[in-house]
C-alpha cells in the first residue's frame, strides 16, 4: 500500500515539474527592450522634460517591458547629426531641428517659412497635417513618432518699431532662415548663437533679435531688450522631430508599437502646448521688467506678410526644381492656418 501511494506521489511530482518546464516564465518570456534616446534640448530645458515624461510614460504602459536610456543636451549624437545617428543605429531614438540640416529635408522645410503663426499649437498642427497630406520621402528611412514646431518667430527690438520703415538697416539677430525674413524685412541679419545673443543685445552688437517669445524668458532677453513687435503676419516657425530607427521599430511587438503611438499622439498635444505655456512665460517675463509689447496693426501688419511673400515664392520654385509640388505645398500651408484661426 505504501509502494502505491509513494508511486502516486512521484508521479504527481514528475507531473508537476513537468508542468513548470512547459509553461512559459513570465520573467523570462518578457525580455526588457532597451532603447537609447538623444536628445539635443538641454537637461534642464521643459522641453527635455517633457520628453523625460514622455519616457516614463512609455515605460509605464508597457509594464516595464521597454527602458529607454535618455541622452539630453546632445551628448550622445549632436544636434546636426541626431537623425543620421538614428538612422545608423547610434541611438534608437532621437529628437532634433529639420533646419539644422536644410535641404536634407525639403517638404517639411516649408513649415519653417515665415507663414504668419499665431500660437505653438498652430504650427505643430501644420507640421503633422504636412506630413499626413504629402507622405515626404524624406522621413521614409524611420518611424516618426512625434512632430511639434514652436510658437510664432517674431521681432524683439531695444528700439520702438511701428511700422517696416523703422526697420530700415538695424542690426537684427538672425540665422538660418530667420536671417532671410530680417533681410526681406529691410533689416541688416546679425549672425550670433542663441547663447551669444545676450550679450550681443546687451552691448549693441546687435539692436534686435528674431525668435519667438519663449527667448524672453528662457535666454533672458528680457533683460536686454525693450519691446517685443506681435508681426505674426511674418511670423516664422522651426519645425521638430522625434523619430525611431526604422529597423527597431519594426522589431518591436505590435502592442508595444501600440503604446508608442498612443502616448505619442497624446505628447504632441501636450508639446504643442507646452511651446505656447512657455511663450506666455516670455511675455510675464518682459513686461516684470517694465518694456512693451507692441502689437502691429492689421494693414502694418498686411504689409509685413507681404514683404516676406518673395521667400515662399522662392521655396516653391526650389521645391519644384526638386520635382516637389511646391506650389501646392505652399497653398496647403497657406490655407491650413488660416482654417485654424
Not at 17 to 38: E, H, R, W, Y
Not at 227 to 254: C, E, H, R
Not at 299 to 314: H, I, S
Given at each position: 500500500m505504501k509502494k502505491v501511494l509513494w508511486a502516486k506521489v512521484v508521479l504527481f511530482v514528475f507531473f508537476v515539474a513537468v508542468c513548470m518546464i512547459s509553461l512559459p516564465n513570465d520573467a523570462g518570456a518578457q525580455k526588457v527592450i532597451k532603447l537609447t534616446f538623444s536628445n539635443f534640448f538641454p537637461a534642464a530645458h521643459k522641453n527635455s522634460k517633457i520628453m523625460e515624461d514622455w519616457i516614463k510614460e512609455i515605460e509605464k504602459r508597457t509594464n516595464g517591458a521597454v527602458k529607454i536610456d535618455y541622452h539630453p543636451g546632445g551628448t550622445l549624437t549632436p544636434a546636426p547629426q541626431v537623425y543620421d545617428g538614428v538612422v545608423k543605429g547610434i541611438s534608437d531614438i532621437g529628437e532634433s531641428v529639420f533646419a539644422y540640416t536644410r535641404g536634407k529635408f525639403p517638404v517639411m522645410e516649408a513649415v519653417d517659412l515665415p507663414l504668419g503663426y499665431k500660437s505653438g499649437v498652430i504650427?505643430?498642427?501644420?507640421?503633422?497635417?504636412?506630413?499626413?497630406?504629402?507622405?515626404?520621402?524624406?522621413?521614409?528611412?524611420?518611424?516618426?513618432?512625434?512632430?511639434?514646431?514652436?510658437?510664432?518667430?517674431?521681432?524683439?527690438?531695444?528700439?520702438?518699431?511701428?511700422?517696416?520703415?523703422?526697420?530700415?538697416?538695424?542690426?537684427?539677430?538672425?540665422?538660418?532662415?530667420?536671417?532671410?525674413?530680417?533681410?526681406?524685412?529691410?533689416?541688416?541679419?546679425?549672425?550670433?548663437?542663441?547663447?551669444?545673443?545676450?550679450?550681443?543685445?546687451?552691448?549693441?552688437?546687435?539692436?534686435?533679435?528674431?525668435?519667438?517669445?519663449?527667448?524672453?524668458?528662457?535666454?533672458?532677453?528680457?533683460?536686454?531688450?525693450?519691446?517685443?513687435?506681435?508681426?505674426?503676419?511674418?511670423?516664422y516657425t522651426t519645425a521638430m522631430f522625434v523619430v525611431m530607427n526604422k529597423q527597431k521599430w519594426d522589431s518591436l511587438p505590435k502592442d508595444v508599437q501600440k503604446v508608442f503611438e498612443e502616448v505619442s499622439a497624446e505628447y504632441t498635444k501636450k508639446q504643442?502646448?507646452?511651446?505656447?505655456?512657455?511663450?506666455?512665460?516670455?511675455?510675464?517675463?518682459?513686461?516684470?521688467?517694465?518694456?512693451?509689447?507692441?502689437?502691429?496693426?492689421?494693414?502694418?501688419?498686411?504689409?509685413?506678410?507681404?514683404?516676406?511673400?518673395?521667400?515662399?515664392?522662392?521655396?516653391?520654385?526650389?521645391?519644384?526644381?526638386?520635382?516637389?509640388?511646391?506650389?501646392?505645398?505652399?497653398?496647403?500651408?497657406?490655407?491650413?492656418?488660416?482654417?485654424?484661426?
Amino acid at each position: 500500500m505504501k509502494k502505491v501511494l509513494w508511486a502516486k506521489v512521484v508521479l504527481f511530482v514528475f507531473f508537476v515539474a513537468v508542468c513548470m518546464i512547459s509553461l512559459p516564465n513570465d520573467a523570462g518570456a518578457q525580455k526588457v527592450i532597451k532603447l537609447t534616446f538623444s536628445n539635443f534640448f538641454p537637461a534642464a530645458h521643459k522641453n527635455s522634460k517633457i520628453m523625460e515624461d514622455w519616457i516614463k510614460e512609455i515605460e509605464k504602459r508597457t509594464n516595464g517591458a521597454v527602458k529607454i536610456d535618455y541622452h539630453p543636451g546632445g551628448t550622445l549624437t549632436p544636434a546636426p547629426q541626431v537623425y543620421d545617428g538614428v538612422v545608423k543605429g547610434i541611438s534608437d531614438i532621437g529628437e532634433s531641428v529639420f533646419a539644422y540640416t536644410r535641404g536634407k529635408f525639403p517638404v517639411m522645410e516649408a513649415v519653417d517659412l515665415p507663414l504668419g503663426y499665431k500660437s505653438g499649437v498652430i504650427a505643430t498642427n501644420l507640421v503633422n497635417a504636412v506630413y499626413k497630406k504629402f507622405h515626404p520621402k524624406e522621413l521614409a528611412d524611420v518611424k516618426v513618432l512625434i512632430l511639434h514646431a514652436h510658437g510664432p518667430g517674431i521681432l524683439h527690438t531695444k528700439f520702438p518699431v511701428s511700422k517696416l520703415e523703422d526697420l530700415k538697416g538695424r542690426k537684427i539677430r538672425a540665422t538660418g532662415l530667420a536671417s532671410k525674413v530680417v533681410s526681406a524685412l529691410g533689416a541688416a541679419p546679425v549672425g550670433t548663437a542663441m547663447g551669444e545673443t545676450y550679450d550681443a543685445l546687451r552691448t549693441g552688437v546687435a539692436e534686435g533679435a528674431m525668435a519667438p517669445a519663449e527667448a524672453l524668458h528662457g535666454w533672458k532677453w528680457g533683460e536686454v531688450v525693450s519691446y517685443t513687435i506681435q508681426n505674426f503676419g511674418s511670423a516664422y516657425t522651426t519645425a521638430m522631430f522625434v523619430v525611431m530607427n526604422k529597423q527597431k521599430w519594426d522589431s518591436l511587438p505590435k502592442d508595444v508599437q501600440k503604446v508608442f503611438e498612443e502616448v505619442s499622439a497624446e505628447y504632441t498635444k501636450k508639446q504643442a502646448a507646452l511651446w505656447d505655456a512657455i511663450d506666455k512665460e516670455g511675455y510675464d517675463f518682459l513686461k516684470s521688467k517694465g518694456q512693451k509689447v507692441v502689437p502691429l496693426s492689421h494693414e502694418e501688419d498686411t504689409r509685413w506678410a507681404k514683404a516676406v511673400q518673395p521667400l515662399l515664392d522662392e521655396y516653391a520654385k526650389s521645391a519644384k526644381e526638386k520635382g516637389l509640388p511646391g506650389d501646392e505645398i505652399v497653398k496647403f500651408c497657406l490655407d491650413f492656418i488660416k482654417s485654424q484661426r
